[in-house]
């Protein structure tokens, strides 16, 4: 469920682009250093959007040039925010392993091998994950425990089970101290929690109506050969909009000390542009950025303004 929370390319300036790519840089190299290699490879856009939403509200250290496994040599710039990547790296771990042992639990037994061999190789990582964060590890399996139950259940309410899971997004802010920074940012990571369970459905609609899985959008609307009605698509689209719209307010509760353009871009340019090429069958979840946009520089989604 991964890759949604991205920026728009086309629209970001150089240096905004650098802070991001430092900033994404910066958490692979926290994984590393706090769960050992192999968590580098949970890295995503949607935990690197988490870090900059918290490190907004403080004045983050500049980047410098930090060794990149990927590179045969040379460095890359990144943030060195050990304190700042800390509890963002343990939401990583859980969410990704969560999503892992999700995996393992939808698909059959042999195409769920690769996840149940990467729940082995993540145990132990997920064990300090845990300890680092136990509020939120408690609320994570609750909230997975609700939403198995609605999909036992069949349930083609949207709300209910995207509530469940914006749920679990939003507690990536419960440790904050500060009410005057908790609430926003909760309340901007609930409504980023729900374009995200929204984006993922009809992401994966077609593939699930084939595989006779669980997508509150099959149960919802019962699509004709896993395709929806372009006025259904109209409305999924409203809803989107407007989590995107009560995100952004949260957004601006915020007293942001840094990143605020790169934040609003991912929030009012980025989500938008995203959930366009998810219904036009166009986007890749694990695309790089750079694979996100056409060879003009444009992205491959429809472009709206706002």
């Known amino acids: ?72 040599c040379g460095k890359k710039p990144c943030i060195p925010d050990p304190e700042g990547y800390r509890p963002v790296a343990a939401c990583t771990v859980l969410l990704c392993v969560e999503k892992l042992r999700d995996d393992v639990r939808d698909k059959g037994f042999f195409r769920s091998l690769p996840a149940r061999l990467l729940t082995l190789v993540y145990r132990r990582a997920w064990r300090k994950a845990c300890g680092a964060l136990p509020a939120f590890a408690a609320l994570t399996r609750t909230q997975l425990s609700r939403l198995g139950e609605l999909e036992q259940a069949q349930s083609p309410s949207i709300d209910a089970v995207a509530d469940t899971f914006a749920r679990i997004v939003a ?22 929690g729900r374009f995200l369970y929204l984006a993922d459905a009809l992401d994966d ?31 999924l689209t409203q809803l989107t909009d407007a989590s995107v719209n009560l995100a952004g307010a949260a957004l601006a509760l915020l007293p942001l000390c840094a990143y605020g353009a790169l934040l609003e871009n991912i929030v009012y340019l980025g989500l938008p542009a995203v959930f366009a090429a998810v219904k036009a069958h166009k986007f890749q979840a694990r695309a790089g950025l750079p694979r996100l946009m056409s060879k003009r520089g444009a992205p491959n989604a429809e472009r709206r303004d706002t």
């Open 205 to 235: 609609l077609r593939e699930d109506c084939e595989d006779d899985a669980y997508n509150p959008l099959r149960f919802r609307f019962a699509p004709k050969e896993s395709e929806l009605e372009p006025e259904i698509l109209e409305y």
């Open 1 to 72: 469920m991964f890759g949604y929370v991205r920026p728009r390319i086309d629209r970001l300036a150089a240096e905004e682009l650098d802070a991001y790519r430092a900033a994404y840089c910066g958490l692979c190299r926290a994984l590393g250093k706090e769960y050992g290699f192999p968590a580098r490879f949970l890295v995503n856009y949607d935990m690197t959007f988490l870090y900059l939403l918290r490190a907004s509200v403080f004045t983050p250290p500049e980047p410098r040039k930090c060794w990149c496994p990927a590179r045969v």
């Open 171 to 192: 507690g990536c802010a419960a440790d904050l101290e500060d009410p005057a920074l908790r609430r926003p940012m909760e309340q901007l990571l609930y409504q980023t």
